[in-house]
């Protein structure tokens, strides 16, 4: 089975145990995942199945949106309430402040990646290196925030909304709120809203060609040349230039790079979406 669709990931599940229950619901063993969510994270999670788990690199996932909430006073390591270690009272704060310092973060932004996140360190992931207690060096990363507001004020919690370029921590977003108000403070909740045009709808299966970050171009040979995956000549293509390029045919679909004049197979054969 080949399918494309959005789960909601519920809260204290890992990504990729959730992969569980969908392999149970949909009587498939290949399944994967874009976009991974952390175990207190709830929302938005792009799944496919079959051959169309190999298209996740492609797909248009960009921008992000999430719903946030910040606890001022609570302080954990791993910046969410998983390891919460503390939690102070803190003195309210003027809500047009609380607006301004969130505002503060909009446009491009440089800050450190939280330990507790799945980049590699030497081959290890940095959250296993963190619970294992040892140091975590991680270099900072630049993000782009589109848009970033507050929702509510209801002291000691902050509720937010930000949308993002790939690859933002919304952990961090928030750590970078409380330094900016003088406090400690940790996410007490976070949901992703959306990637890109990736919106949990009931798990509604999706064209995944209508998704792709790609261009189409157009194969003018014998389409069973594609078929069989003989060497193609770049003559038979109207985009001729170096690039990625979606391809279909009369009974599948194909992702093919041109480079230096080269023609070469990324994936072959990708069945067409049939909806159900």
């Known amino acids: 089975m080949n399918r494309l669709f959005v789960v909601n990931k519920p809260i ?3 990504s990729n145990g959730y992969m569980g229950y969908v392999k149970r619901k949909y009587g498939t063993k290949k399944v994967g995942f874009s976009g991974t969510l952390d175990p207190f994270a709830t929302g938005c999670l792009i799944v496919a199945t079959g051959q ?9 996932k960009t921008p992000k949106s999430y719903k946030a909430t910040l606890w001022l006073g609570a302080n954990s390591p791993s910046l969410d309430i998983e390891k919460v270690d503390s939690i102070k009272e803190v003195d309210t704060f003027n809500e047009q402040h609380i607006k301004d310092t969130i505002a503060s973060l909009l446009g491009e932004l440089t800050y450190y990646p939280p330990k507790f996140c799945a980049k590699k360190i030497n081959g290890k992931r940095a959250y296993e290196l963190a619970r294992a207690g040892e140091e ?15 929702l509510n004020y209801n002291h000691p919690f902050v509720h937010f909304e930000a949308k993002v370029s790939e690859g933002t921590y919304i952990r961090s977003l928030g750590a970078l709120i409380a330094d900016k108000l003088g406090v400690d403070g940790t996410l007490s909740s976070l949901h992703r809203i959306h990637e890109g045009q990736f919106y949990y709808n009931n798990e509604k299966a999706l064209n995944p060609f209508t998704h792709l970050a790609l261009s189409s171009n157009t194969y003018t040979g014998d389409e069973s040349f594609m078929e069989l995956g003989k060497k193609l000549d770049i003559e038979y ?39 159900n």
């Not at 975590?136 to 507050?150: E, F, N």
């Not at 230096?260 to 069945?271: G, L, M, T, W």
């Open 12 to 14: 204290f599940k890992t």
């Open 136 to 150: 975590v060096d991680l270099k900072t990363i630049t993000s782009t925030i589109y848009d970033i507001k507050l």
């Open 237 to 275: 293509f109207n985009i001729q230039e170096d690039g990625i390029y979606l391809i279909e045919t009369t009974n599948f679909f194909s992702i093919i790079e041109i480079l230096n004049h080269e023609v070469k197979y990324k994936f072959n054969r990708i069945p067409k979406f049939e909806e």
């Open 52 to 60: 169309y788990t190999k298209l996740f690199q492609y797909l248009d």
